[in-house]
């Protein structure tokens, strides 16, 4: 069975750095693109970062540009996000996802949680003040 299962996460002050990483199992995910999302408490999941499989570029949430980058090994067939300067609005659950890249220029498509096919079961981040 596929699944998805992220690490990394943990309590940091703010200002400081965590790397999550994504480690797919049971298939490959090749051709697909490697989102991660956030959800705070009694908020809507909300998109963080995307890497598509399809040309290999990258999208992020604006609260987010400029501080996080998301990356691929193919090799390792991990996905990651690196997070830098983090603020206490950043505490959230975070989670990877992965969605069938069609190849279509439409990049919008990915930035929404409900096309996404396959999810791991979240790992917290907690930013101090």
């Known amino acids: 069975q596929a699944r998805l299962v992220e690490s990394g996460g943990g309590l940091v002050q703010a200002g400081g750095s965590l790397r999550l990483t994504c480690a797919p199992s049971g298939r490959t995910f090749s051709r697909y693109a490697m989102g991660w999302f956030r959800q705070a408490p009694g908020k809507e999941r909300e998109f963080v970062a995307v890497f598509r499989w399809s040309g290999g570029s990258t999208y992020y949430a604006d609260s987010v540009k400029g501080r996080f980058t998301i990356s691929r090994d193919n090799a390792k067939n991990t996905v990651s996000l690196q997070m830098n300067s983090l603020k206490p609005e950043d505490t959230a659950v975070y989670y990877c996802?992965?969605?069938?890249?069609?190849?279509?220029?439409?990049?919008?498509?990915?930035?929404?949680?409900?096309?996404?096919?396959?999810w791991g079961q979240g790992t917290q981040v907690t930013v101090s003040s």
């Open positions: 996802a992965a969605a069938l890249d069609t190849g279509d220029s439409n990049s919008y498509y990915y930035l929404r949680a409900q096309n996404y096919d396959y």
